[in-house]
């Protein structure tokens, strides 16, 4: 039996210009976060909305300065728009108009592409998909969080058909922010 998947809404906006010569991204972005709903399971109100920015390393190294205390670029930052999700997550989730956004950095994620021998769509899809998870309440500061989110990293990139994007990771000591 399949179940239909409410609508929601995804606003990407292009803040800088290399990302353009990468076609499809709405559609990348698309997919990656629907299946992110299907795969966690969670309920979310029809439509609701996600905003995706697609940036440069400037501009969310001003925000990670701002936001999280740390002076340098960053590939992803999630910020839901209900702060910090607590208590009865699904409940906040299925009423909730604006799930948050997620930015993007451009040149942190090409770099780490190729420092990680990984295609660019590839690793673009695991940090959308990261940094959704983000704005549905998971998190990985404290190791079994970790655990759960990038088990549900790896099972929502499966179903994309992209490999294991911790494969070999942790043992270089490679993190997601």
């Given amino acids: 039996m399949t179940t239909a998947l409410p609508e929601f809404a995804i606003e990407v906006s292009i803040e800088y210009a290399p990302w353009e010569k990468h076609p499809a991204l709405d559609d990348v972005i698309g997919r990656a976060l629907r299946q992110a709903v299907v795969t966690t399971g969670v309920r979310l109100r029809s439509g609701a909305e996600v905003s995706v920015l697609l940036c440069d390393d400037d501009f969310i190294a001003g925000l990670n300065k701002q936001w999280r205390d740390r002076d340098a670029p960053t590939n992803v930052l999630s910020f839901p728009a209900s702060g910090d999700v607590t208590g009865d997550l699904v409940g906040q989730l299925a009423a909730a108009p604006l799930l948050g956004d997620i930015i993007i950095a451009y040149e942190t994620t090409a770099r780490e592409a190729v420092e990680e021998n990984k295609n660019f769509q590839d690793h673009f ?53």
Avoid: K, S
């Fill in 125 to 177: 899809t695991h940090l959308a998909v990261h940094g959704f998870l983000h704005l549905l309440g998971y998190d990985h500061i404290v190791d079994a969080e970790a655990e759960e989110m990038e088990g549900l990293e790896r099972d929502i990139l499966a179903a994309l058909g992209i490999d294991d994007p911790y494969l070999g990771a942790h043992a270089e000591g490679a993190e997601t922010a």
